[in-house]
């Protein structure tokens, strides 16, 4: 993540074509010193001997096996340093004090074989290591999961258009940040929720789902990495929302909430690019 004369030019080109900025680059106003340090698990956090690797953002603790790949962790330190850069004190506090952790399952790890997760393999009625890549934290388990595929953009992620880190750790600072510090901050979101659905937004998508994921889709429309699709009816998850611009003019009222707690950066904090090929507009 270094910088020299000789390669400014090679990474200007490459930001340029990926959309994607550096660690130290992730808001705008950081610098080399930023770049993250990955090291072995701080044996104060009494880890499952699992993990292996360890990086902090922001009191934001991220932990995974040996098997995951440095890059991994280099790409979420963009995404999770600017989902926590802004928040409001006490909200960021509200996670650090409950060691809010995020743990990435490498490439071939179910969800199961997360320690926090294990339990799940005994639930008979759904297989959770086909089901998920990625789970939210709450306050009785203040830790979210996501994958070393989603993360990374492989071609093989069946979450290709989308950034499940964000989305799931979205999850987390809603539960664990936000609620236990605004105790009516769950009513205002119901509140914005009902509006747009009584306005005719979000028809058949899963934000509409409760205001949960209301939330958590709206984060990743903030940070331009949500999928969309053509058709202003929604296809049962996704509809042309997936931009910040979008959710702006489409559901304004959410949009207001999420400009207190987010950066309007310009730059892309996912490997995932922004895509916007079916841009949404108003019908007279």
Not at 57 to 84: E, M, Q
Not at 129 to 152: C, H, K, Q, W, Y
Not at 179 to 207: C, H, I, M
Not at 212 to 236: K, L, P, R, S, T
């Amino acid at each position: 993540m270094k910088r020299n004369h000789f390669i400014i030019p090679c990474l200007l080109t490459l930001i340029t074509v990926f959309g994607f900025l550096q660690p130290e680059q992730a808001t705008g106003t950081g610098s080399d010193k930023e770049t993250p340090s990955i090291t072995a698990p701080p044996t104060a956090l009494k880890l499952d001997p699992f993990y292996k690797k360890y990086m902090n953002v922001n009191g934001i603790h991220v932990v995974s096996s040996w098997r995951v790949p440095d890059s991994c962790f280099y790409a979420a330190y963009v995404s999770i340093k600017a989902l926590t850069d802004v928040l409001p004190k006490e909200v960021l506090e509200s996670l650090t004090n409950r060691n809010t952790r995020i743990g990435i399952m490498a490439r071939y790890e179910g969800t199961t074989d997360i320690p926090e997760h294990a339990f799940l393999v005994n639930d008979t009625t759904l297989n959770w290591d086909v089901r998920a890549r990625g789970l939210g934290g709450t306050i009785e388990m203040p830790f979210s999961t996501s994958a070393e595929e989603n993360i990374l953009a492989y071609q093989i992620d069946k979450y290709h258009a989308e950034d499940i880190l964000i989305h799931e750790f979205a999850h987390t600072i809603h539960n664990v940040g936000i609620s236990p510090v605004y105790p009516t901050f769950n009513k205002e979101l119901q509140a914005a929720l009902d509006e747009a659905v009584a306005k005719g937004r979000w028809k058949n998508v899963y934000a509409s789902t409760n205001i949960e994921e209301y939330w958590a889709e709206g984060v990743q429309n903030w940070f331009n990495v949500n999928a969309e699709v053509d058709n202003d009816e929604g296809d049962g998850k996704h509809n042309k929302i997936n931009t910040r611009e979008e959710l702006k003019r489409y559901d304004p009222g959410l949009y207001n909430i999420l400009a207190r707690f987010f950066p309007e950066v310009k730059e892309q904090v996912s490997r995932h690019k922004k895509v916007n090929l079916y841009n949404w507009q108003e019908k007279p």
